[in-house]
Each structure stands twice: as structure tokens, then as C-alpha cells.
């Protein structure tokens, strides 16, 4: 570690978040950057060691790390995973100086301008190469007829429910800075898990979820089923909401899927509390929380248990699981890579807090690849399934400048 007296030479936070991120992306360094919902701290982890590792889905047994999955099943039945070389956290509320002695500074000094344009250059110059899947943005008549599609397969009763997505280019500007993103992201969403990670072999994701996968802290164990968006409308959305039954029903399938997974490893003792409305960003969501005491029920593992039957859950792929795979290959067409896969820091400070990966943005030097889905039952209205993906790659695109 540099003297933390260098610390004093920059400005601000910004400049050193930005230092920090350029000089790892420099150093061919992998780096994951977080916000936990509702916490004050940025928390850093690098991983030095030049190698894309890939790692089994027994977290129990992983060191401090952070995992990233993507939606697809792997053949090896595993996750990449960036193992901390170093790690360390920010405060938010206080000033580089207060906290010095807790900061890393082991790179050159630049201008916070300087650090935005270095770090766009190690964002991937094209795709093309890194994909064999599709890689085109949606139009609203494709997706509409996507949507469509899905809803006939629900009549035909091959399907319960299915989640299409689409993906949705929006250039960068010259001015686009990542750092001013990262950082925007945390002032805007409070609620959510921010989140940075740069792995060469994987490009640059920057994102802001609503949706626990799998958490587990101390002995509890916690999921959740997150579906069903409206607009946030008026000075009290939380009050103002009122949900439809196509909605009920569509949020209950996710809890169902996650009730039928505690079924298959006879699990019994759970509390299920909800649903109830929660915000994110401008969007409202039907929640339940599911908590497990993970002693008292003698399931020391069910972390690793539950993330390898939840994933994909019904909230992001479908239902019956198998079918709605099938059912999105053939007819969505889109190459997810990481988008509705799952990510998050595992063993950090004694707690593993895993994410679905979605509100997510895939960087490139020009442009950003947003991706977003919307839940499909049998009274889904296309229109109105399309505009739902339209606000939500807005909850990332509108701090992409
Ligand atoms: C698929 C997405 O979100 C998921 C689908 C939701 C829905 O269909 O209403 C709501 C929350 C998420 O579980 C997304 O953000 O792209």
C-alpha cells in the first residue's frame, strides 16, 4: 500500500475512485465495485492475479470473492469468479481524508477527467468476436410479436409464465464519464445493489438491482420473489398502488417456484412474509421475503443449495423452467451473456449477498448495451409489456451521459 498521505493530493472521491478503477484496468486487473442496498459504503475487491478463474457453486467453501454467473446453464456448472487480492471499503459520508488510513492509493495520480478517458479505453472496442448469439437491438414490432407468441404458448398450456427480454443500444458521449455513472447510480437508488465489474475476458457491467437471489449472513438465509412493475406515480407511489390480478398472479408464481425448491430439499421451517409493494427507482414491485434459520433447520449449506435450484428463477426466465428456456431460445434469439444471470461478493465480511443481474448495462467503447424483460401471463397487453422494458433500461441508461 502507498503512503495514504497521497491522499491529500486529490480533490475529491470521484478522482479516486476513478484512479483506482483506471490503474486496475491498466494493470490488466479484474475489479468489482458495490453498494449494498441501503448501506454508505462502496466496497472495492481486486483480483490481480491476471487469470479469468472459474469457480464450483459451493460458496461455502470459496474464499472472499465475487461471483459472476451468466443466465445460461454452464456444462461445468460453474461461475467465474474474481478471488480479493485486495479489498476495502469507502465511506460515503466522509471525506477522503477522514478515512485514510482505510483507503488503498496504489496509483498514479490523474485528473478525474483523464481517469474517464483511460478507463473507456479498456471498455471492449466491438463484441462481434466475443458472441455467437444475437447481438441486434430489439424494435417494438419484434417484441411485441415475442410477447405475443408467449402468450399463445400460456393458451396452449405449454407455458405457465414466461419472461422475454430485449436488448437496447444507447450511444456514450464523448463526455461519459464512469465514475460520475457509479456515483449517480448510488444517489439515486438507495435501495439497490450497485454495481461495477470489469473482468477483460467478460467486458465492462455497470448495474443497479432490485432483486436478491440468495443472501446469507450469521445463520440466516434470505430470498425473495420479486415481480409485477407499474410506474411510480404521485407524492405517496407506495400508497397510491394498487396492482392488477394479472400481476397477483405473476409475483405468486415466482413465490410458488421458490416454495416448490424448499419442497425438493424438504425444507419446512421457512418464514414467508408478504407480498407488499417496494420501489425501485421509478418502479414499483410486488415483494416477499423469505427467511431461514439455517441452524435451527440444520442446513448449514443451503445458500449453495438454493442458488443452484432458484437460478433462473420464474421472475427472469419462466414457468415450467425447462420449457420457458427452451421456449426464450427459440424465440427470443437474444444473447443474454450476463444479464438475469446472478452476481455479488461471496464471504465478504462474513456474508454473501447474491443479485440477479438485471437494470444492467454491458459498456463498449461507443455504446452501452442495455437489456431488460417483462413477466408474460395470459392477460399480458404487448404494448404495455414493451413500455415496462422501456422504463427499465431507463433506470440505468438516463445516468449513462
Ligand atoms: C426481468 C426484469 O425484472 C424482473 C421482472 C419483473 C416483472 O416482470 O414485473 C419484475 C422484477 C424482476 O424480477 C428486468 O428488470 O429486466
Redesign the pocket.
Known amino acids: 500500500m502507498q503512503h495514504a498521505t497521497d491522499i491529500i493530493k486529490l480533490e475529491s472521491l470521484d478522482q479516486y475512485l476513478g484512479c483506482i478503477i483506471a490503474n486496475a484496468m491498466q494493470e490488466g486487473n479484474q475489479v468489482a465495485i458495490w453498494r449494498k442496498p441501503k448501506s454508505n459504503f462502496l466496497q472495492v475487491l481486486l483480483d490481480k492475479s491476471g487469470i479469468t478463474k472459474r469457480a464450483d457453486l459451493n460458496l461455502e467453501e470459496l474464499p472472499t470473492g465475487f461471483i459472476v454467473h451468466p443466465f445460461e446453464d454452464q456444462e461445468d456448472q460453474k461461475a467465474f469468479f474474481l478471488e480479493a487480492d485486495s479489498y476495502f471499503k469507502i465511506d460515503l459520508n466522509l471525506s477522503l481524508v477522514e478515512q485514510q488510513e482505510q483507503l488503498e492509493l496504489n496509483a498514479p495520480i490523474r485528473s478525474s477527467s483523464e481517469n474517464a478517458q483511460l478507463i473507456r479505453q479498456y471498455f471492449a472496442k466491438s463484441l462481434e468476436n466475443q458472441h455467437s448469439g444475437n447481438l441486434n437491438a430489439c424494435s417494438k414490432k419484434d417484441f411485441i410479436a415475442l410477447v405475443e407468441n408467449g402468450k399463445q404458448a400460456i393458451r396452449e398450456g405449454k407455458l405457465n409464465k414466461i ?1 422475454p ?1 430485449r436488448l437496447k443500444k444507447k450511444q456514450l458521449s464523448d463526455k461519459f464519464d464512469l465514475v460520475q455513472s457509479i456515483i449517480s447510480l448510488t444517489k439515486s437508488y438507495p435501495n439497490a445493489f450497485i454495481n461495477f465489474f470489469h473482468i477483460p475476458d467478460l467486458g465492462s457491467w455497470l448495474g443497479a438491482s ?2 436478491i437471489l440468495i443472501q446469507t449472513k450469521g445463520n440466516t438465509f434470505y430470498t425473495m420473489s ?4 407499474q410506474k411510480a406515480k404521485g407524492d405517496n407511489p407506495m400508497k397510491n398502488a394498487a396492482w392488477t390480478q394479472k ?1 397477483i398472479e ?2 405468486a408464481l ?1 413465490s410458488r417456484y421458490i416454495v416448490d425448491c424448499f419442497k425438493k430439499i424438504r425444507l419446512r421451517e421457512y418464514d414467508e412474509q408478504g407480498p407488499k409493494t417496494v420501489i ?1 427507482g421509478n ?1 414499483l ?1 410486488l415483494r416477499s421475503d423469505f427467511f431461514v434459520d439455517m441452524q435451527a433447520t440444520n442446513f448449514p449449506q443451503l445458500g449453495s443449495v438454493m442458488l443452484k435450484l432458484l437460478h433462473p ?1 420464474s ?2 426466465c419462466g414457468m415450467p423452467r425447462e420449457k420457458a428456456f427452451e421456449f426464450l431460445r427459440e424465440y427470443e434469439k437474444l444473447d443474454r451473456s450476463l ?2 444471470g446472478f452476481i455479488g461478493p461471496v464471504n465478504v465480511e462474513e456474508e454473501t449477498s447474491i443479485f ?1 443481474n ?2 444492467t448495462a454491458r459498456l463498449t467503447e461507443k455504446e452501452a448495451l442495455l ?6 401471463t395470459e392477460d399480458s397487453i404487448p404494448e404495455k409489456e414493451w413500455e ?2 422501456e422504463m ?1 433500461c431507463e ?1 440505468i441508461g438516463k445516468h449513462l451521459n
Open positions: 419472461v427480454a432490485p432483486e420479486l415481480a409485477g412493475t400481476e405473476e409475483q415466482v425501485a418502479l414491485h428463477t421472475a427472469v444479464f438475469a440477479v438485471l437494470r437489456y431488460a424483460g417483462a413477466g408474460v415496462e422494458t427499465k433506470i
